[in-house]
């Protein structure tokens, strides 16, 4: 049973656009939501992450915005570029647990 | 350079021959995990350490064998490999004091079993 259920699969923009990929979960356990962005050929790495007692976190073009009452959260791409074509992944976890539980992912393209 | 490494990149074998996938991280970190990844199933945890002979099943621990004998190396091991195994697998590791759960993550090892 998939644990935090992301969406959509693939995403297709243009350059300059909005990028948005949304998560949704049911434990309300989980107290650390990260998104983690994957290159071909590579590993997942860290890309930013919020925990609830905040409603939005931004750094540079990268924003999470987090809705504790409704159990979702969403990963917002602003002016997005043909370098930000990955795949991209949302996660959750439980205080005092490493143990990350992945959404499927989303394969982004940027279009030129 | 902190960095989690997995030997081999790339394996082809054949179903019942025994294997191991060899993980080391220089980071000091007591947590470390097994992961595979398939199409439209994303990320899904085999077994992780959280520390030297401390390892626990995650959500697909069937047909994998782990061991944790020193900090930094954490092998996984097919003792039987079944076609059902061809995936892509990352070994991470984190740190576990504190509140950032960030995970490293090595660069994949890309499995296919005939």
């Known amino acids: 049973q998939q644990q935090v259920k992301q969406s959509p699969q693939s995403l297709i923009v243009q350059k300059g656009g909005i990028s948005i990929i949304n998560c949704a979960y049911e434990n309300t356990a989980f107290d650390y939501f990260p998104w983690y962005q994957q290159f071909p050929g590579k590993g997942p790495a860290l890309l930013i992450a919020i925990r609830p007692d905040v409603s939005e976190k931004k750094e540079g073009r990268f924003t999470i915005s987090f809705n504790k009452s409704a159990k979702q959260f969403s990963l917002h791409i602003m002016d997005s570029q043909p370098g930000d074509s990955a795949t991209y992944f949302c996660a959750a976890s439980m205080s005092g647990a490493n143990n990350l539980f992945f959404g499927t992912g989303t394969r982004l393209t940027v279009i030129p | 350079e902190a960095q989690v490494t997995q030997n081999p990149r790339y394996l082809i074998t054949v179903t019942g021959k025994k294997l191991t996938v ?93």
């Open chain 2, 22 to 114: 060899t993980c080391s991280q220089n980071m000091n970190h007591e947590y470390m995990s097994w992961y595979r990844q398939d199409p439209g199933l994303g990320l899904r945890q085999i077994y992780y350490s959280m520390n030297v002979e401390v390892t626990d099943k995650g959500d697909v621990p069937e047909g994998y064998k782990v061991s944790r004998k020193e900090k930094r190396n954490f092998p996984l091991i097919l003792e039987s490999p079944s076609p059902n195994q061809t995936s892509l697998y990352f070994c991470a590791s984190s740190l576990v004091r504190g509140r950032s759960y960030e995970q490293y993550f090595g660069p994949g090892t890309r499995l296919t079993v005939t």
